[in-house]
């Protein structure tokens, strides 16, 4: 009882040392506290901030706060949806802030000062990229199998609307990203005259061929492309391009001085993919072998066993 009323005692007298923390706001919500004595270091007697966990800090509060910018995209009716405004931290703003703090005394309270990211393709630039188609191609799947059906759909609608700048190189994984569980990707475990599709994600490598053949009538520059090791039946022989996260992907490179659009659609048991660009753009088409219509048999594998 006497322990208790003592510190009770001491906080009467000294009341600094309480709320001597830093709180830390973003959009109005505390997302973090710190305490002065947390990032203060001790060399030849006096004090001075530990510059490597200031760091650490701001690499917390950037990761809390940042926002990617959304870009413009084209509905299913063809309407353009705008892109949305994004943000990241202003990181030397917000660091001289935190030392103000540091080198202070008493409690503060900061909201995490941002800087707008805009997105990269907006409104206008959809626009004016998608008046004059340069190339297309289509292939066949079966969707019967509900899983692979599910899985193209996914990544035709990962690349749909995706704007590749004059000399950039597009790239299908990290456009479509990781296929996992958590994106929504299904195990597809099918054998397809032969070919054994990958697990999480089968269906992915049609995706990247159909989009392979599409750019290639386009005219664009392939920079990376792989065949599978056996043959496939959704496009003619040596016309594939198999991707896959911890292995080979699929790139090329937009040699026009405009941007070039990729629309993935797919309807019924057809993927469709549509390259435009605007009317400034002086293709140089290819002629590529057509994708049979037939739909393959798939097996499944546990039929197999």
Known sequence: MKMA????????????????DLTIVHDGKEIMHIY????????LGEPFISSSKATELMNQISDLVHKDAINAKIGDSGEIIPGKTGYHLYQEKFTRMVYSYLLGKGPMTIEAPKLPTHPKVDSEILANIRTQQIGHYVTYFNSNNKERTHN??????AVDS??????????????????????????????????VTEGIGGGICQVSSTIYNAVDNAGAKIIQRYSHS??????????DATVSWYGPDFTFKNTYDQPILIRAKVYGEQLSITIYSSNQAEVK???????????????????QH
């Open 162 to 195: 995706h704007a590749v700048f004059p000399g950039e190189t597009f790239s299908f994984n990290q456009v479509v990203g990781k296929r996992t569980k958590e994106k929504g990707y299904l195990p597809a475990p099918v054998i397809v005259k032969g070919e």
């Open 285 to 303: 088409n290819r002629d590529i072998p057509d994708a049979s219509e037939e739909l393959p048999d798939e097996i499944d594998i546990e039929d």
């Open 36 to 43: 002065r004595d947390d990032y203060m270091e001790e060399f």
């Open 152 to 157: 193209i759909k996914l990544a035709a609608e």
């Open 230 to 239: 056996k043959s496939v039946p959704y496009v003619p022989p040596g016309r």
């Open 5 to 20: 009323m003592f510190t009770i005692l001491l906080l009467f007298i000294n009341p600094s040392v309480q709320n001597e």
